[in-house]
């Protein structure tokens, strides 16, 4: 799956990040402490720091690794760079399964992995285990995006959180009356049918987990608790229930400058989206709207969501520089930055401070914006505990079920079924 990399709220739409994919796994705890987990992949956890080996290959979702070269003065692996003497080659990666790939050639010492790649990663032993005592600015990284399943795995740690952000539900204020709290203005065919042909969707087959998530609170007699392992018949009951969208959906966009755009023309008026299109659009005087304060953004519902891990490779030919990388890229000031440029919530409970959201702001020649933490609710643990992080749908039910859910390559095949 894919999903364009937006750089910042109020960065001016024209410019354009590269595509990503991300699929993530659902909160909740993984076990473990801040102590480091034992060595059970694919390497060996340092015990620790030495000098930098001169040199850095990693893999980035496009805007994480920002030298400069796409946008003037947009630049935090030249600074890295002096500070470290590790010089960097950065490799944009448009897909998780390129991502693995790449990893799995040899070549490259870390990546910025999403929740299917860091599950895969681990088990194929593509990684090591991360000594987070070795990574100074992991002891004030949010409390609730540690020891979660798609960094740590029985109780070892493989990553360390790099930031995240949710999928919302936005509407044109003109065209959609009264304002809706819930996905039923585009998920029950009845009230969906209102705004048929200007219904947007994100194209994408996770999407079907969000159809689980409105079926998780509409149809409790299916017994859906993770909208990532579905049997057949929940399966089932979240493919038909799209199946029933379908005709009223007016865009299966995957590029959000498309969406956009398209809100813009008022070809949109409802539909799934990111925050960095609903600030961007508010910014620039458009009627949008999005659930109010009292549910955080999210829909009564729940809704899916994101987020990115920094892994080292299991054959990191330059692991003191990606340990160095790990914890430059979580310091406060460079999360400030890359967060803002990028539109998500940072993982680094420092970069919220108001001096170093000022100091971003400058440095990225953006206006400034002191609200942005509150905004993307990066110190909201209540909002993100609605959230459901995208993951990979395994067969493995995760419970006494076995293995009678569907995998990804099902919902894959149901995706074509349902746009047709």
């Not at 909740?28 to 001169?54: F, H, I, R, T």
């Not at 702001?361 to 206006?367: I, Q, W, Y």
């Not at 459901?388 to 095949?413: H, I, Q």
Request: hydrophobic share 35%; charged share 20%.
């Amino acid at each position: 799956m894919s999903r364009l990399r937006a750089h910042s709220t109020w960065v001016p739409a024209a410019i354009v990040a590269g595509l990503a994919a991300v699929m993530l796994v659902i909160a909740g705890c993984g076990g473990g402490d801040d102590n480091g987990g034992s060595s059970s992949g694919g390497g060996k956890e340092l015990s620790s720091v030495g000098a930098g080996e001169g040199q850095l290959n990693i893999i980035c979702w496009a805007s994480y690794c920002e030298d400069g070269t796409v946008t003037k003065g947009v630049d935090w692996v030249t600074p890295f760079e002096q500070q470290t003497g590790c010089q960097t080659n950065v490799k944009i990666g448009d897909t998780s399964d390129q991502m693995i790939d790449l990893m799995r050639t040899g070549q490259y010492d870390g990546v910025s992995a999403s929740g299917n790649a860091t599950a895969r990663l681990v088990e194929g032993g593509d990684v090591s285990p991360v000594n987070v005592d070795l990574v100074t600015n992991y002891k004030t990284i949010f409390p609730d995006l540690k020891d979660q399943p798609y960094n740590t795995f029985d109780g070892t740690h493989y990553g360390i959180p790099h930031g995240r952000g949710a999928n919302l539900l936005m509407w044109n204020t003109n065209d959609v009356k009264p304002d809706p709290t819930s996905w039923s203005v585009i998920l029950d065919p009845n009230q969906a049918k209102k705004y048929s042909g200007h219904i947007s969707v994100y194209d994408d087959p996770i999407y079907i987990a969000d159809a689980a998530v409105y079926l998780k609170a509409h149809q409790p007699d299916l017994g859906i608790t993770n909208p990532y392992e579905l049997d057949d018949k929940q399966f089932t009951a979240a493919v038909d229930l799209l199946k029933q969208q379908h005709p009223f959906v007016g865009d299966y966009w995957s590029s959000y400058l498309k969406q956009i755009n398209l809100f813009t023309s008022g070809d949109d008026q409802v539909g799934s989206t990111w925050q960095y299109q609903y600030f961007t659009l508010l910014a620039d005087g458009q009627p949008v709207k999005a659930p109010g304060a009292d549910t955080g953004f999210v829909p009564t519902e729940g809704a899916t969501g994101w987020s990115d891990t920094w892994m080292i490779s299991s054959e990191a030919k330059h692991p003191n520089c990606m340990y160095k990388w790990m914890d430059y890229i979580t310091s406060a000031s460079v999360q400030a930055q890359v967060m803002q440029w990028f539109g998500e919530a940072p993982a680094q409970s420092k970069a919220c401070e108001p001096n170093e959201i000022a100091t971003a702001d400058k440095a990225l020649g953006l206006p400034a914006d002191p609200q942005f933490c509150e905004n993307y609710h990066a110190a909201d643990p209540a909002f993100w505990k609605r959230v459901y992080y995208w993951n990979t749908p395994l067969a493995d039910c995760g419970d006494d079920r076995g293995d009678t859910c569907k995998d990804y390559n099902d919902w894959v095949s149901a995706w074509t079924e349902i746009k047709g």
